[in-house]
Nanobody, 127 residues
């Protein structure tokens, strides 16, 4: 059974940094098509932040590009999201998600592509 567990959220001042972790169990990282991070602020739609394939290709949402970095440790079945230069508008619940290998064209920024979701971790950025 696939389980994704996020950790690393918390309260940080604007301009600070946090590193989120997503530990995957039940399958090896290489068996997924990709692992991604999404976020959802109160009253807003879920927003794509970043994704990484098991081969190391990375994708970023426009609002986090150049500030966030996604990486993976395949041996530990863990994906990280390093978040720098945080802004109050980054405040949200951050979700880790994993997708099965795609067949044909796929869109790493679309939530419907992902088959498994974690419970989320709260990130709060104070001004």
């Amino acid at each position: 059974q696939v389980q994704l567990v996020e950790s690393g959220g918390g309260l940080v001042q604007a301009g600070g940094s946090l590193r989120l972790s997503c530990a995957a169990s039940g399958r090896t990282f290489s068996s997924y098509g990709a692992v991604g991070w999404f976020r959802q602020a109160p009253g807003k739609d879920r927003e794509f932040a970043a994704a990484i394939t098991w081969r190391g290709a990375t994708y970023y949402g426009d609002s986090v590009k150049a500030r966030f970095t996604i990486s993976s440790d395949n041996a530990k079945n863990t994906v990280y999201l390093q978040m720098n230069s945080l802004k109050p508008e980054d405040t949200a619940v951050y979700y880790c998600a994993a997708m099965n290998p795609p067949h044909g064209t796929w869109y790493p920024n679309m939530a419907y592509e992902y088959d498994y979701w974690g419970q989320g971790t709260q990130v709060t950025v104070s001004s």
